[in-house]
Each structure stands twice: as structure tokens, then as C-alpha cells.
């Protein structure tokens, strides 16, 4: 039978040893297991936390703020990948199944590149060499996540991470578990800290023009009816009553 491992986010406010104790809160409230970012100084420590207070340390969240340099020309694209691959080697090392990652992390649109397939395709191969899954995330561009997986369909430690929080405020009502969960191994479950931004604009509510707000106080009404993203020339004609 299949064992779930019910666990906590380790947010980034807390650094270093802040960390080491958040484990041993975690234990004593009585979840399974938790993840942290990759913060390579600290892994030995918090792993033998986790092992001293009987919880998992179930995956580490690989650097994501700079993920869209993976798939350009130039030095940083090469030092994200070693640095990838250097997440990797210490989930292996301190035996940390899975390594979340993005594909990309902002609004820009691209299209893929085959220099930024070739540095995935080095990541998973010392994942699998490794004996470490990477799961990526669902996150602003529903499209990303779809290369890399189409792309990487084959490779067995090529996985799903599913984020409720980015399904709900980004990837406007797509049904990502229908579409990846053959594939799934992790889940992200929140609400995206309270879907601060939205769906429809990359923009914070205070930086929006009175058409954006116009557009979203038009909405309420019926969000599905008036989907900007669906109905555009109805939902102008909402927003200009």
C-alpha cells in the first residue's frame, strides 16, 4: 500500500537554525515531514534534525527566482545548472527523495529553447543517475510545464509537482492533475497566500489602470461569463456599464 507523508513548507523567512528549530515544531505538532529551499550549508543540519525528531525531510525546493536563465545563451544559464545539479547531489547524499523545481518564474512569454532543453536534459540525467526524482511545478505559464514534460515524457525521474495555490490564481481553471497525474508525486496544497496578484494581470491590485479594475469589479457578477480570458469583447462590454 501506498504511504502518504502529510508535511510543512519551511518558508524562507526562517534561515539557518531558525530552520532546525521549525523541525522540531513540526514533530511535536505531529505532521510526517516538511521541505525547504536549497540552502546547501545547512542540508547536513537539517537533515540530521529531521532524523533525530522521527519526520522526513521529504524534498528540497531547487533556486527558482532566476529558473527562466536556464533557457537563454550565457554563463548564468550553466551556473543554475551546476547549481541544480548540486541540489541534486546533496538530496542523494543525505538520502532526500525528490527536488522541486520551475521551469519558469515569471509572466515573459517564451518559447522554449534547445539550450534550455539540453541543461533540463543534464539536470534529469544526473537526477536518474543520482536516484533522485525532479518534480516540476504548475506555475504562471501552463505552456512551460507542458514542453518539459512532453520533451522529458520517457524519463522516468521526470515528475509532477502539483501546487494548488499556482493552479488557482495562474492557470485559469486548467485542470492540471487531469492532465499530469500519471506523473504526480508531490503536492503543494495552499491557497497562494491568499492568491495575492490574480489570474487575469501580472500586476498587484494597487498598480492596476481603472479599465484593469473596471475589468475585475465587472467580474464579480460572473466570473466565468465575464472572463476577459474567454469573452473579452463581453467582458468590455461589462466593464463599461
Not at 504511504?3 to 515544531?25: A, C, M, W
Not at 525547504?36 to 547536513?44: G, M, P, R, S, W
Not at 521529504?58 to 532566476?66: M, N
Not at 522541486?100 to 534550455?116: K, L, N
Request: with cysteine.
Amino acid at each position: 500500500m501506498r504511504r502518504y507523508t502529510l508535511g510543512l513548507n519551511i518558508p524562507d523567512k526562517f534561515r539557518g537554525d531558525e530552520v532546525t528549530e521549525q523541525i522540531s515544531h513540526i514533530a511535536r505538532v505531529g505532521f510526517d515531514g516538511f521541505f525547504t529551499l536549497f540552502e546547501h550549508d545547512y542540508i547536513e543540519r537539517w537533515a540530521n534534525a529531521a532524523a533525530r525528531h522521527g519526520v522526513a525531510y521529504a524534498s528540497i525546493h531547487a533556486p527558482y527566482l532566476e529558473a527562466g536563465k536556464l533557457w537563454q545563451e550565457g554563463e548564468e544559464g550553466e551556473r543554475l545548472t551546476q547549481e541544480l545539479i548540486e541540489c541534486l547531489q546533496d538530496c542523494s547524499h543525505f538520502d532526500i527523495p525528490v527536488m522541486v523545481a520551475h521551469a519558469f518564474i515569471d509572466f515573459v512569454d517564451r518559447t522554449p529553447t534547445e539550450i534550455g532543453f539540453d541543461r533540463h536534459a543534464r539536470v534529469l540525467e544526473a537526477a536518474d543517475r543520482l536516484g533522485v526524482t525532479v518534480a516540476f511545478e504548475n506555475l504562471v505559464r501552463a505552456g512551460d510545464l507542458a514542453a518539459l514534460m512532453a520533451r522529458f515524457r520517457d524519463v522516468p525521474c521526470c515528475k509532477f509537482c502539483y501546487d494548488s495555490g499556482h493552479e488557482h490564481c495562474f492557470n485559469l481553471g486548467k485542470d492540471m492533475v487531469a492532465l499530469y497525474g500519471d506523473r504526480l508525486c508531490h503536492t503543494h496544497l495552499n491557497d497562494n497566500f491568499g492568491v495575492r496578484g490574480n489570474t487575469y494581470s501580472s500586476k498587484e491590485p494597487k498598480d492596476l489602470s481603472i479599465l484593469e479594475a473596471a475589468t475585475l469589479v465587472g467580474m464579480c457578477k460572473n466570473p466565468s461569463y465575464f472572463n476577459p480570458r474567454r469573452f473579452n469583447e463581453r467582458a468590455k462590454g461589462r466593464r463599461n456599464v
